[in-house]
């Protein structure tokens, strides 16, 4: 069984902002924007640079709660994300993701995972991939958004898109940014199994010309557990050539499946 930090290490892949912000609701169809508009509209607001340096405070809790501690996200558009965790001075551990493969080491159990996504994919109940990895991280819906599978309600300052056909192995939702056109909140729920997969977005601040989250708030459960973290990012530049130093320590013990 994974330790906490382990868990600290998956969620801290899936997030990045603040304060959630309640909206008042509406069930009236949307009738001043047609759909293909709306997502024409969120297209058009997707993620454009090449890189991202960014710097945050994490908070972690399960079971039980962990300290706050800093970490240093790095990614190169579709290629790579990285990750490094640290409290005070000392180094706890990197994480780094490639479209085909995930690895991570924590410096606390001595302990690395090499190998696909099957970790990630187990931890959260549901299978994920390196573009949905990327697309939570930047504030975009991890499925593919279009007219055939969806229909558009309205919410004060927000769209609901709700899928037209029923999954038969989990629901999923979506809430979009009605002025900025980016995700508020996105779910994936499993209800045989008891399980939810749950992303807010309480806030975004423009950087340069984009739109990018200022926090994140990930809730993971299950009918045993309940995990969630906060992520406030404290700096975040765009476009920097960056490097992504990771090398496994010797000795250390594989966490195999």
Same mark, same amino acid.
């Given at each position: 069984?994974?330790?906490?930090?382990?868990?600290?290490?998956?969620?801290?892949?899936?997030?990045?902002?603040?304060?959630?912000?309640?909206?008042?609701?509406?069930?009236?169809?949307?009738?001043?924007?047609?759909?293909?508009?709306?997502?024409?509209?969120?297209?058009?607001?997707?993620?454009?640079?090449?890189?991202?340096?960014?710097?945050?405070?994490?908070?972690?809790?399960?079971?039980?709660?962990?300290?706050?501690?800093?970490?240093?996200?790095?990614?190169?558009?579709?290629?790579?994300?990285?990750?490094?965790?640290?409290?005070?001075?000392?180094?706890?551990?990197?994480? !780094?993701?490639?479209? #085909?493969?995930?690895? %991570?080491?924590? =410096?606390?159990?001595?302990?690395? $995972? &090499?190998?696909? /996504?099957? *970790?990630?994919?187990?931890?959260?109940?549901?299978?994920?991939?390196?573009?949905?990895?990327?697309?939570?991280?930047?504030?975009?819906?991890?499925?593919?958004?279009?007219?055939?599978?969806?229909?558009? !309600?309205?919410?004060? #300052?927000?769209?609901? %898109?709700?899928? =037209?056909?029923?999954?038969?192995? $989990? &629901?999923?939702? /979506?809430? *979009?940014?009605?002025?900025?056109?980016?995700?508020?909140?996105?779910?994936?729920?499993?209800?045989?199994?008891?399980?939810?997969?749950?992303?807010?977005?309480?806030?975004?601040?423009?950087?340069?010309?984009?739109?990018?989250?200022?926090?994140?708030?990930?809730?993971?459960?299950?009918?045993?557990?309940?995990?969630?973290?906060?992520?406030?990012?404290?700096?975040?530049?765009?476009?920097?050539?960056?490097?992504?130093?990771?090398?496994?320590?010797?000795?250390?013990?594989?966490?195999?499946?």
């Amino acid at each position: 069984m994974l330790k906490k930090t382990t868990y600290l290490f998956i969620l801290i892949v899936f997030i990045s902002s603040c304060k959630t912000k309640k909206n008042r609701t509406s069930d009236t169809n949307t009738s001043h924007m047609f759909t293909s508009k709306i997502i024409a509209s969120y297209n058009n607001y997707s993620f454009n640079k090449k890189t991202i340096k960014a710097t945050i405070k994490a908070k972690y809790k399960g079971k039980s709660s962990l300290p706050s501690v800093n970490v240093s996200l790095r990614i190169k558009k579709d290629e790579i994300i990285w990750v490094s965790i640290s409290k005070s001075i000392f180094s706890l551990g990197k994480l !780094k993701i490639t479209p #085909n493969r995930v690895q %991570f080491y924590n =410096k606390l159990q001595q302990e690395y $995972f &090499d190998g696909d /996504f099957s *970790l990630l994919s187990n931890f959260l109940g549901t299978e994920v991939n390196f573009k949905q990895v990327q697309k939570i991280l930047l504030g975009e819906a991890i499925f593919n958004l279009n007219e055939k599978d969806y229909t558009i !309600k309205t919410k004060l #300052n927000e769209y609901e %898109f709700i899928p =037209k056909i029923k999954n038969n192995l $989990f &629901d999923i939702s /979506f809430l *979009l940014n009605a002025t900025i056109f980016k995700i508020n909140k996105q779910e994936i729920r499993q209800e045989k199994e008891k399980k939810l997969l749950s992303i807010t977005y309480p806030e975004y601040k423009k950087i340069d010309d984009v739109y990018f989250p200022t926090a994140i708030f990930v809730l993971a459960e299950d009918s045993k557990n309940t995990n969630t973290i906060i992520i406030d990012y404290t700096n975040v530049v765009f476009n920097l050539d960056l490097s992504y130093p990771f090398k496994i320590p010797n000795g250390y013990k594989e966490i195999k499946l």
